[in-house]
């Protein structure tokens, strides 16, 4: 029996040596698998960044010097909120209507500041009067390139559908130019995107105020199926950050 055990055994490091041999090939073979994917995806491209998102407050001071005071203190509360102020702006028919966007990185995190900064106490502290105009901007488009023009035009849609009113806002667009006004941004309301808005600078004032009044823009709004009136503001930048 002892002579049988020590035959058998050699048989047995012969089979364990090859199980072992084919399991490292097979790891080493895994391991590598594992890299060469790691690789295609660092090597993959990189797609682009969607452009940021914005909380944009427009209401009327009593005074835009003390309310601008109170405005600058807040940037730990901005913070907090993942806010950063980006634009400053006064109306133009108006400089005491006062217009802040700021960049926002949650919308559920800046309706939890404007809950705060709706109060009767921190409006009646900030000088503001009325109740605020806010819009949660998802942005689609900005125009970040650099033009000498500090005037701007805010218009607020109501549209039908996005896509069909998409399609003629581009076709129109060398109209525009025409009339003095260059695209800068577009986006809609967080949740429904038949709340519109976009931003223009501004290159001609009278251009662009007859623009917004003719009987053309009138119908071809119609037929992009905007509904109700527009709103339209011009105000001028007072401090890009």
């Not at 090939?25 to 295609?40: G, K, L, V």
Request: charged fraction near 25%; aromatic fraction near 10%.
């Amino acid at each position: 029996m002892k002579q049988n055990k020590l035959s058998f055994t050699p048989m047995v490091a012969m089979v364990l040596c090859f199980f072992f041999s084919c399991s490292s090939r097979t790891n080493r073979q895994a391991s590598e698998n594992i890299i060469d994917s790691a690789h295609t995806q660092m090597q993959a491209p990189v797609a682009p960044h969607k452009p940021g998102n914005e909380l944009i407050i427009r209401h009327k001071v009593i005074n835009f010097a003390k309310w601008r005071k109170e405005y600058e203190s807040q940037d730990s509360i901005h913070r907090l909120h993942g806010l950063t102020k980006y634009l400053l702006g006064r109306g133009m028919s108006d400089s005491n209507i006062v217009i802040a966007i700021l960049k926002m990185d949650d919308v559920k995190n800046a309706k939890e500041f404007m809950d705060f900064y709706g109060t009767k106490a921190y409006m009646k502290k900030s000088r503001v009067m009325g109740r605020p105009r806010i819009i949660y901007l998802d942005r689609i488009m900005h125009d970040s390139t650099k033009v000498e023009q500090n005037a701007r035009l805010m218009v607020d849609y109501e549209v039908k559908n996005w896509d069909s009113w998409k399609k003629e806002f581009d076709k129109d667009r060398q109209s525009r130019l025409e009339a003095g006004l260059k695209d800068r941004g577009l986006g809609y309301s967080f949740g429904d995107n038949h709340l519109v808005t976009s931003i223009f600078a501004v290159t001609d004032v009278q251009k662009a105020t007859a623009f917004l009044k003719s009987p053309v823009l009138k119908q071809k709004m119609a037929r992009a199926g905007v509904e109700g009136p527009p709103g339209f503001f011009f105000y001028n930048i007072v401090q890009k950050y």
